[in-house]
């Protein structure tokens, strides 16, 4: 019997969101964290700064060492996503991948880069329309547990839903994880529609051909385009193309009020994956030959290429063709 029931990798908001509700499940959760010093901090405060006011349960054991678990949940960003893996002690326990985004020097899924590095561990992946501060404080969510393997989702599935996280079952892992990756993108466009006054009808011509454009690319990489249109794409778009606590959309509202990509990120202490993924996603569009131009107007954008007003008059300049 292994010390731990679930091993979460990464002490952001993300990972002591998942680590306090398991916790409070029942689970013997262990929450590492890479730095040393901050572990030690965060075992004596039971807080963590990016979730004030959440109190860690005693059920959780804040570590900056790789204890055995039953299951490991993986937390971190998906740029420091390889490195964190090549840790992690050669066994058998199921890795859940609970990241969003694509590596940028390989253009990567999260599954992939797993794939890659640990070929022979069973993947999973967590992902949907979660705001790490509402998890946290216990409010009901749901969420999709991905896995090509039965018999490993329906035994995730039960190990790791609580009272208040439904999950639903998927076996299109690509499909699932690039809607978590490419909702990102689309939530900085809208955002950068709101903040420039551009209206609310706007936002929801950008968001709809969002979903049209994802789904095109998850057909062409394999995945399903109806995974697109459920909780790990559409219900993860909606949520992060509106809620104020969305750190993709408040970067593009500020996008959108002309401030500069460098000055919103100086300020910035989270990980906004949307400006890594945005240029990534649109090579990988490419080498799938798909055509994503709302992709490439947010890649442009970040990439200080053109202003609001350019992009959206080169948009609403295309060629007509049918839905």
């Known amino acids: 019997m292994n010390d731990f029931d679930v091993l979460v990798l990464g ?84 890795i859940v991948l609970c990241c969003k985004g694509l590596e940028q020097n390989t253009l990567s899924l999260p599954a992939e880069v797993a794939a890659r590095r640990l070929p022979h561990r069973k993947i999973a992946v967590l992902t949907g329309p979660n705001f790490a501060h509402e998890i946290a404080a216990g409010q009901p969510a749901a969420s999709v547990l991905a896995a090509a393997d039965k018999a490993l989702r329906a035994a995730l599935m039960k190990r790791l839903r609580t009272n208040r996280l439904r999950l639903y079952g998927s076996a299109d892992i690509t499909g699932a994880a690039l809607g978590g990756a490419a909702k990102n993108v689309i939530a900085i466009g809208a955002g950068a529609v709101i903040g420039a006054g551009l209206g609310e009808n706007a936002r929801a011509a950008l968001m709809t051909r969002g979903i049209a ?73 490419h080498q799938a030959a798909v055509d994503m131009p709302l992709t490439a107007a947010v890649a442009g954008l970040l990439a200080g290429e053109n202003t609001v007003p350019e992009t959206m008059a080169r948009l609403m300049g295309r060629a007509l063709k049918d839905e």
Do not use: M, Y
């Open 213 to 285: 454009e994802l789904a095109r690319l998850a057909t062409a990489l394999n995945g399903r385009a109806e995974t697109i249109f459920g909780l790990s794409g559409l219900g993860d778009l909606l949520l992060t193309c509106t809620g104020e606590k969305s750190r993709n959309f408040s970067l593009g509202v500020a996008l959108g009020q002309g401030e500069s990509l460098a000055s919103i990120l100086r300020h910035r202490t989270n990980v906004t994956e949307g400006v890594a993924t945005a240029p990534a996603l649109l090579q990988r569009a």
């Open 11 to 94: 002490a952001g908001a993300w990972g002591t969101a998942l680590a306090v509700i398991w916790a409070q499940d029942g689970q013997r959760v262990a929450l590492w964290c890479h730095d040393a010093a901050r572990a030690e901090t965060l075992r004596q405060t039971r807080e963590n700064f990016r979730l004030p006011g959440i109190r860690l349960p005693d059920g959780v054991a804040v570590t900056a060492d790789l204890p055995a678990a039953d299951v490991i949940a993986v937390c971190v960003p998906t740029q420091t996503l390889d490195s964190t893996l090549a840790r992690l002690p050669d066994d058998s326990a199921p």
